[in-house]
């Protein structure tokens, strides 16, 4: 394609989020935050191996495909991108296109991730969870479903960025602890943050790394202030009725 052909097809498909460069094509020059993804993606690309020959990756939440680009760039032997707006599928799609990456993006929800049947060797869960009106059954679900040895994970975060240790266990009568900065805290959105209604809960860093604790992830690497690389590891919990089907006795089955 040309350059004109490119800025045609880009405008076609409206506003764009990821700010990419399609062989001269700005997506979203105007970017309120600049170049994003790309300079946040600059901040902790070295926590990823450069090096991905033979691996596959699922990026969940791919937007325009900017991170699903650059895992396949690293050598990625499959890289998967799920949405589930259609439209930044067809930014995606068009964006592997011009840079001549072959890429698979599929419409998904994260809650139906069960339905791809297979598990990845990276998985990027970049700027969903707090769009999620169910978060942390985001993270269960793809603890036990999709997650094979790496997560990268990233959320918008407000409120304190102190992490206070926190006892396994506290009386009942004991709550001064729930005020204190440092505590893991979630805060509701009930109307709109930054005009935008999909917005619904913003954690502060505590309740980050929380919640990746709790969903079954063991934090291996912090290398930029919303990011965190984890490992899959055990549950330190049972998980709870979140998933498809489970055993209940002779012969019976029992569906959340």
């Not at 600059?42 to 990823?48: D, E, L, T, V, Y």
């Not at 011009?98 to 060797?121: K, M, N, P, T």
């Not at 990276?122 to 969903?128: A, E, P, Q, S, Y």
């Amino acid at each position: 394609m040309t350059r004109e052909e490119i800025q045609n097809r880009v405008s076609a498909l409206g506003d764009w989020f990821h700010d990419l460069d399609l062989k001269g094509v700005r997506t979203a020059p105007n970017h309120f935050l600049n170049r994003y993804p790309a300079d946040k993606w600059h901040r902790f690309a070295h926590a990823i191996p450069q090096d991905l020959k033979g691996a596959s990756v699922l990026d969940i939440g791919c937007n325009a495909g900017f991170y699903s680009m650059e895992m396949k760039r690293r050598g990625a032997a499959r890289v998967v991108g799920i949405d589930s707006d259609p439209r930044y599928l067809a930014q995606a799609r068009l964006a592997a296109e011009v840079v001549e990456l072959d890429i698979e993006f599929r419409e998904l929800s994260i809650y139906d991730v069960a339905a791809l049947g297979e598990r990845f060797d990276i998985v990027l869960f970049m700027g969903v969870l707090y769009h999620l009106r169910h978060p942390l059954l985001a993270l269960d679900l793809i603890h036990e479903h999709v997650a094979g040895d790496m997560l990268v994970f990233q959320s918008m975060q407000r409120g304190a960025s102190e992490v206070a240790p926190v006892a396994s266990d506290y009386d009942f009568f004991d709550t001064d602890h729930f005020d204190r900065a440092g505590y893991p805290k979630m805060h509701f959105v009930e109307h709109q943050y930054a005009h935008d209604w999909t917005n619904w809960w913003v954690p502060n860093a505590a309740c980050a790394e929380a919640m990746l604790r709790s969903a079954g992830f063991e934090i291996t690497d912090h290398p930029e202030e919303e990011v965190y690389i984890c490992r899959r590891a055990e549950r330190p919990t049972p998980s709870g009725p979140v998933y498809p089907v489970r055993p209940a006795g002779e012969g019976e089955e029992v569906r959340p």
